[in-house]
């Protein structure tokens, strides 16, 4: 499984962004996805999860309310539309796949909030 992760940029606090994740290999619709975040000097930490077949979502309490993750199983493609962003936000956004008892994540895109 091959992820690739796009949309990250430069944006002023309260703004918005729309992050994507493509993928490739296996059957997209049967492993569950997952962003996570890595800001400078912190460890990475999970911020949001989507069920393979879309219907379960779950947030990390400090995003909740603000971003929507999503899928598209035809276009084998996740997104996480990013709102009300602060600068605590600032970080590296990994794309990860869970496929089977295995672990897949992309490149990682910059988003950087400024206040």
């Known amino acids: 499984v091959q992820l690739v992760e796009s949309g990250g940029g430069l944006v002023q606090a309260g703004g918005s962004l729309r992050l994507s994740c493509a993928a490739s290999g296996g059957t997209f619709s049967s492993y569950g996805m997952n962003w996570f975040r890595q800001a400078p000097g912190k460890e990475r930490e999970f911020v949001a999860a989507i069920s393979g077949n879309g219907g379960s979502k779950y947030y990390a309490e400090s995003v909740k309310g603000r971003f929507t993750i999503s899928r598209d199983n035809a276009k084998n493609t996740m997104s996480l539309q990013m709102s009300s962003l602060k600068p605590e936000d600032t970080a590296v956004y990994y794309c990860?796949?869970?496929?089977?008892?295995?672990?897949?994540w992309g490149q990682g895109t910059q988003v950087t909030v400024s206040s």
């Open positions: 990860n796949a869970e496929v089977s008892i295995n672990r897949y």
